[in-house]
């Protein structure tokens, strides 16, 4: 996937010099642009499902100007989008950022993106991830590739066996992106960023990865503040021994004896086998190590980093549902009385109520929740994001999943197909949010373009800024539903 009209590299090829050696990259609008360099060994070999290792050097200079591969992931027949918005390629030597950095910048504010996709899919140099414009607005923005699926997210017995005491395991995505963000503290000042001021920002799974890394103590000190954008974070823990079968079920499942398979079969299978049926190695598991609790466990007991927070949610994350086998109706059919009668004023529709039900159980509810318990340790602000453009308003009942991306990237633009068909108001958006973002990491509080006010969350007065058509601050804002389901999810077990 092309990086939006990112083209070949013009006389003052930018270069820069970092602690593996140099990298040519390419000038794209106002960024200098240095794609897919690594920032880790590649996890080939005997490093499959090992931490990751500091990038090997090398001599003379590495081209830098074109997206790298992705790591593994299932890649749909006829080039069409996966789930994380890719179509390939893909190589287990995947550990690579690429860097958008401004021309003549120096200590500029630094933005490190974790892209979403399920933690099975997706990579750094997607369209909507151009990063040309937060370089135009003086930030450095970084977007890392990691481990996915049955190679980032994988246990086994042989593999616990085989670990040193104390050795991270599981989670090698997740240890993949604290790499990326200490590649960052040890050489972003080279393309002009300053290590002292990173925000990191990831949306869908790449939000709930932000949330676990401010819960991991691993990752304290690596980033100063995070922006959540759909992000959920109430799913249950997963256990080193649920993921370990979990494992063992693949290894059957690919011809190994089970659970009595070793790490040198493991090792020995082709990536395209381990990736084409990896039912539940889908994301962070409590490996005892690395990650010890839930962000959610983290921040009810006020264990997590206390970094300002941005959280926030979309007014269609309902357009989910058929990725979790589910509808609206039968959502609101199973809901329980209590429940069902917080949401009297969404129906009298069952597909209406059993749609809001989900955007706020998925994500609505758990972004307060967060919001409220990062607001006693550090400033935390609270957003809905509900506007559609006007072309889609007919058909569309909010903003689905992941269409907040490109406002944040001000990319509507790389987006194939749109640039021709943007309107004002669209633009006007982008400019907004976007501005919001940019101030937030400029200094950690959100000054968004024109004045817009945005409160920091108090559960008090329990506000948020709806960036809808137009923008405007709310108060206790849908507050009986996620109250409603504030509750429900409580009476679960295992609720911090």
Partial sequence: MAFGGATAPPADTPRVKIESGTVVGTLAGPARLFAAVPYAAPPVGALRWMPPRRALSWSGERAAQAPGPACPQPIRPGGAPNLGGYSGPTSEDCLTLDVW?????????????????????????????????????GVVLVAMNYRLGALGFFAHPALTAEAPRGQ????????????????????????????????????????????????????????NRAIVQSGGGWGPAVSLTRREADGATLATRVGLPGASATAAQLRALQAETLIADQTGLTGPALDGRLMTRTAALAFASGAQDPVPLIIGSNSNEASLMAAFGSTAAVIAARAPAPLRAAYADDGPADGEIGRQMFNDALMGAPARWFAREASTHAPSWLYYFSYVPERQRATRPGTNHASEIPFVFASLDAVPGRSAKLTPGERAEASLVHSCWVSFARKGRPHCQGGQPWPAYSPGTDQLLEFGEPPAVRSHFRKRQLDAQEAAAKARPGWP
């Fill in 101 to 137: 950095a401004p021309r003549g910048a120096r200590r500029a504010p630094v933005m490190v993106w974790i892209f979403g996709g399920g933690n099975v899919a997706g990579a750094s140099g997607f369209f909507s991830y151009d990063g040309r414009n937060f370089a135009r607005d």
């Fill in 168 to 223: 991270p395991l599981v989670n090698y995505g997740l240890m993949d992106q604290i790499a990326a963000l200490k590649w960052v503290r040890r050489n972003i000042a080279a393309f002009g960023g300053d290590p002292d001021n990173v925000t990191l920002f990831g949306e869908s799974a790449g939000g709930a990865d932000a949330l676990d890394l401010i819960a991991i103590p691993a990752a304290r000190g690596l980033f």
